[in-house]
């Protein structure tokens, strides 16, 4: 079955990028009707989408920070990857890739990586 | 923003309970919500989807109904493994919002 595994550093500078990496085994990312998705959950608190990319490249972002993510995909490597700029304190949580099953644009998330915390601590 | 609501914050029930959680849409979202379960330390679980469509592997002690704005998840016999915390999700439009959770705690 296919499974999520996120990457990347785990403390992060402020005003510096976040950069994880998704990379999905047992299946491909290439497979139709899949939003490839970011969302986040800062601690003892509830859970705040970031954001999807589909295989052909196409994104969509959470209005809240559009101006600072960008969600890039690696079909080849079978990957997909979130940047998230000018980070703060506020940005400390545990970081999901998840896929989001999708019928006519709706969906819901399964499976979900074991998500990795990132601190944004100087 | 859809705005998610859950009610309630937290619940204490013992084993062989029925459990129900409520989750409001602020606008209509027909049958488009998913609910999931999370414990401690690890990812959030699908267990229902399209509010009442019981995702593989999930036990049929849990069961979703409502459409609309008003939503229920139940579980009909609480289970040592059920307790946890559980979020609502909607999805009928972008971006993708969750309820704040509700925590199933041991009585």
């Known amino acids: 079955q296919v499974q999520l595994q996120e990457s990347g550093p785990g403390l992060v500078k402020p005003s510096q990028t976040l950069s994880l990496t998704c990379t999905v085994s047992?299946?491909?990312?290439?497979?139709?009707?899949?939003?490839w998705s970011w969302i986040r959950q800062h601690p003892g608190k509830g859970l705040e989408w970031i954001g999807y990319?589909?295989?052909?490249?196409?994104?969509y972002y959470n209005p809240s920070l559009k101006s600072r993510v960008t969600i890039s995909v690696d079909t080849s490597k079978n990957q997909f990857s979130l940047k998230l700029s000018s980070v703060t304190a506020a940005d400390t949580a545990v970081y999901y890739c998840?896929?989001?099953?999708?019928?006519?644009?709706?969906?819901?998330?399964?499976?979900w990586g074991q998500g990795t915390l990132v601190t944004v601590s100087s | 923003d859809i705005q998610m609501t859950q009610s309630p914050s937290s619940v204490s029930a013992s084993v062989g309970d029925r459990v129900t959680i409520t989750c409001r849409a602020s606008?209509?979202?027909?049958?488009?919500l998913a609910w999931y379960q999370q414990k401690p330390g690890t990812a959030p679980k699908l267990l229902i989807y399209?509010?009442?469509s019981l995702q593989s592997g999930v036990p049929s002690r849990f069961s979703g109904s409502g459409s609309g704005t008003d939503f229920t998840l139940t579980i009909s016999s609480l289970q040592p493994e059920d307790f946890a915390t559980y979020f609502c999700?909607?999805?009928?439009?972008?971006?993708?919002?969750f309820g704040q959770g509700t925590k199933v705690e041991i009585k």
């Open positions: 998840a896929r989001e099953v999708v019928i006519a644009a709706n969906g819901w998330f399964d499976p």
């Open positions: 047992g299946g491909s990312i290439s497979s139709g009707g899949y939003y």
């Open positions: 990319i589909y295989y052909s490249g196409s994104t």
């Open positions: 606008q209509g979202i027909k049958t488009w």
């Open positions: 399209a509010a009442s």
């Open positions: 999700q909607q999805a009928n439009s972008f971006p993708r919002t």
